[in-house]
């Protein structure tokens, strides 16, 4: 069974940063696509970036491109999402989610997720 667990979240004044980790454990088979995703309240979950563990792939939303960086520390068993220059509605829960059925085609590198964790909060004051 796949297990993750996010660390990292806190709280920041616009133009912060943070650095979220995700720590999996479990059958490699269903960690090829780990992603973060992000919910704010009243609104729908969204992937912010995404990374092919086998080959180190990454894919962001555009809305991050130049300020979030997804990395995958094999050894470690943790992807880290390293955000730089937060603004405010970067806030929200963010988590973190593997599948095994990887897709060259999909948005944020699985169309599903099956395995998720409990998610950490970001809050980002103006």
């Known amino acids: 069974q796949v297990r993750l667990v996010e660390s990292g979240g806190g709280s920041v004044q616009a133009g912060g940063s943070l650095r979220l980790s995700c720590t999996y454990s479990?059958?490699?088979?269903?960690?090829?696509?780990i992603g973060w995703f992000r919910q704010a309240p009243g609104k729908e979950r969204e992937g912010v970036a995404s990374?092919?563990?086998?080959?180190?792939?990454?894919k962001y939303v555009d809305s991050v491109e130049d300020r979030f960086t997804i990395s995958h520390d094999d050894a470690e068993n943790t992807v880290s999402l390293l955000m730089h220059n937060l603004k405010p509605e970067d806030a929200g829960m963010y988590y973190c989610?593997?599948?095994?059925?990887?897709?060259?085609?999909?948005?944020?590198?699985?169309?599903?997720?099956?395995?998720w964790g409990q998610g950490t909060q970001v809050a980002v004051s103006a």
């Open positions: 989610a593997s599948d095994g059925r990887q897709s060259d085609y999909a948005p944020m590198c699985a169309y599903e997720y099956d395995f």
């Open positions: 990374i092919y563990t086998r080959d180190g792939r990454k």
């Open positions: 479990g059958p490699r088979y269903n960690l090829n696509c």
